[in-house]
C-alpha cells in the first residue's frame, strides 16, 4: 500500500532552521510528483512547494522563496524540505503529497504530517 510518512517537525525559534523527510513507499517514487503543504488549525490547506519527477522543475510559495528549498532523493524515496529563517507564520502541520498516474487515473496520497511551530 502507499505509504507517505513525514518527520523532522518541532519546535524552533523565529530564524532557525528545520528539515522535512518524507519516506515513500508503495508506488513508483521516480515517476510521482510530490509536493509539501501545510495547513494550520482552522485554515485550508496550502501548497508549499513542489517537485516534478526527477527534479526537473519546482515552485514554491511566494511566502517561502528563497527561504525554503524542496528536494527529492530517487534512490531513497525520501523526499525533503529544507527550511531556512523561519517566520511564527510558517507555524502549521506540514504534509507529503503525491501525484501519479495509474491506469490512465490519477492517484493523489498524503502523509499524516509532522507538526512545525516557530515561536519566540
Known amino acids: 500500500q502507499v505509504q507517505l510518512v513525514e518527520s523532522g517537525g518541532g519546535l524552533v525559534q523565529p530564524g532557525g532552521s528545520l528539515r522535512l523527510s518524507c519516506r515513500a513507499s508503495g508506488f513508483n517514487f521516480g515517476r510521482s510528483l510530490m509536493a509539501w503543504w501545510r495547513q494550520d488549525l482552522g485554515q485550508g490547506r496550502e501548497l508549499v512547494a513542489q517537485i516534478t519527477k526527477g527534479g526537473e522543475s519546482t515552485i514554491y510559495h511566494d511566502s517561502v522563496k528563497g527561504r525554503f528549498t524542496i528536494s527529492r532523493d530517487d534512490a531513497e524515496h525520501t523526499l525533503y524540505l529544507q527550511m531556512n529563517s523561519l517566520k511564527p507564520e510558517d507555524t502549521a502541520r506540514y504534509y507529503c503529497?503525491?501525484?501519479?498516474?495509474?491506469?490512465?487515473?490519477?492517484?493523489?496520497?498524503w502523509g499524516q504530517g509532522t507538526q512545525v511551530t516557530v515561536s519566540s
Open positions: 503529497y503525491t501525484f501519479y498516474m495509474e491506469n490512465d487515473r490519477g492517484e493523489v496520497y
